[in-house]
């Protein structure tokens, strides 16, 4: 017991030095503060900016592995002199080649299909309807990217529910 | 009037009695932004320099703002500024005012009526040039800002100082002219210098220490300085703190000088004793109102 008294006194007794190194202090606030702000100085990169990569890279990434999209995170970190994008993601399950194959398969479809349409409306001298027409296919496939981006946990079960969002 | 056009001959005409020219180093003091202390700094480190024996001439390219003159104290003597030389109303020579005390420190003044557009970066650049061959440095005063006075007073220098405090605005316009300085091929090397260091606002974990200053902007350092409430006293009197022996910001731009002409000083111990005495000690004088 005796023990216990000493070292409660002793913690009592550092703790009161130590006061002000455990609350976050002007010192450090200005640190992290200055350090947000350089690295936006130094590359241009808006927060906007920063959502967006951290959005694209989601849609490439998820091709290849399934992940948690909430807990990736996309930073960037000073390494000494040089400066560094940190992506850090968490894997919840590796695809299989399969799904991956199918995947890629689709993306090439869909790609050709936008060089088809953009060849017909090469070789279609009504230019009004064939711009009207890349338009909407324009639109429909970044709604289909969307889509994508919400079912790709797991793909055969949310096909259903994918439906009757586009439903609504 | 007062005047010093004629430089002493000791100064301009060694490399006659040598029989060879000199080539002095060009060093830019800048920071980006204002009131940090690059005119203070540049005044002290060319005066500390002058002092042990090198010869030295500021340039001051802050037009329509100039003050390097007062804190040298020599506002009284310019007869002739850069804007002259440039439209060739004198020589350059005839425009370096010769300091007080010591015949090895000249300033070439800004011009007090004048804007930024009226020195090119072309004719600063010829101006080092020239003043490199007489001198062992050349110190340039630059003036705030990240414009074309910036562009200027860099356009004849290799060397740079970049001047901040451990303040965020300070330091965060330091970044930006380090970035600036980064993409100059001119300028070989680029040093730190920080300024208005306050060793108990540090410990009390209430500013940024020297050592965050360094990690954030990752540049080499060449100078500590402590704040110093010496700095007004000396700048009322036209006198560079660097003459004070007793001050410690003077001993602190000494060694800097030091360090500028290669020599390797250990930088100066600003914190106090980190034991736990010390904290003790520091407890009961902040009861009593007396802590220093």
Do not use: H, W
Not at chain 1, 131 to 137: D, K, M, P, Q, V
Not at chain 2, 229 to 243: A, L, Y
């Amino acid at each position: 017991m005796n023990d216990n008294i000493f070292t409660n006194l002793y913690n009592k007794v550092l703790g009161f030095f130590r006061q002000t190194d455990k609350e976050e202090n002007a010192k450090d606030i200005a640190c992290n503060r200055l350090r947000v702000v350089l690295m936006q100085d130094r590359t241009n990169l808006t927060p906007e900016l920063m959502e967006r990569m951290r959005k694209e890279l989601i849609e490439l990434l998820s091709k290849y592995v399934e992940m948690d999209k909430e807990a990736l995170e996309l930073n960037l970190e000073q390494d000494g002199d040089q400066m560094a994008l940190m992506l850090s993601i968490p894997v919840l399950r590796a695809r299989n080649e399969e799904e991956i194959e199918a995947e890629l398969a689709a993306e090439d479809a869909e790609k050709e299909e936008v060089l088809e349409a953009a060849e017909d409306s090469d070789d279609e001298p009504d230019e009004n309807q064939t711009e009207a027409e890349t338009e909407n296919e324009d639109t429909d496939e970044s709604e289909d990217n969307k889509a994508v981006d919400i079912k790709v946990p797991d793909k055969e079960e949310t096909s259903s529910q994918e439906e009757e969002k586009t439903k609504k | 009037m007062q005047t010093c056009i004629k430089p002493e001959p000791s100064v301009l005409d060694e490399k006659d009695k040598k029989g060879e020219t000199m080539s002095g180093r060009v060093i830019v003091i800048t920071s980006g932004k204002g009131g940090v202390g690059k005119t203070t700094t540049n005044a002290n480190i060319g005066t500390a320099l002058a002092k042990a024996g090198k010869k030295v001439v500021m340039i001051d390219t802050d037009l329509g703002l100039r003050n390097l003159d007062l804190l040298l104290g020599l506002e009284n003597r310019i007869v002739y500024t850069i804007v002259d030389v440039v439209e060739e109303r004198c020589k350059l020579k005839q425009a370096l005012v010769k300091d007080k005390k010591n015949p090895n420190l000249c300033l070439l003044a800004a011009a007090q009526t004048r804007d930024k557009t009226a020195v090119t970066e072309e004719q600063l650049k010829n101006i080092c040039e020239e003043l490199k061959k007489d001198f062992d440095f050349i110190l340039v005063d630059c003036p705030a800002g990240i414009e074309q006075g910036f562009q200027n007073a860099v356009a004849g220098a290799s060397e740079a100082i970049v001047v901040t405090t451990p303040e965020m605005s300070a330091v965060r316009d330091a970044d930006r002219i380090i970035g600036l300085l980064e993409a100059k091929e001119e300028i070989k090397s680029y040093k730190l210098l920080i300024n208005r260091v306050r060793p108990n606002l540090i410990k009390s974990n209430d500013m940024m220490s020297v050592e965050d200053v360094v990690e954030i902007l990752s540049a080499p350092l060449i100078g500590i300085i402590p704040e110093d409430t010496g700095i007004i006293t000396s700048t009322n009197k036209g006198e560079p703190i660097v003459n004070d022996e007793k001050s410690l910001a003077g001993k602190a731009y000494k060694n800097v000088a030091k360090r500028i002409m290669g020599e390797d000083v250990p930088f100066l111990n600003l914190e106090e004793d980190t034991g736990v005495m010390a904290k003790v000690k520091k407890f009961f004088s902040g009861l009593i109102g007396k802590e220093k």
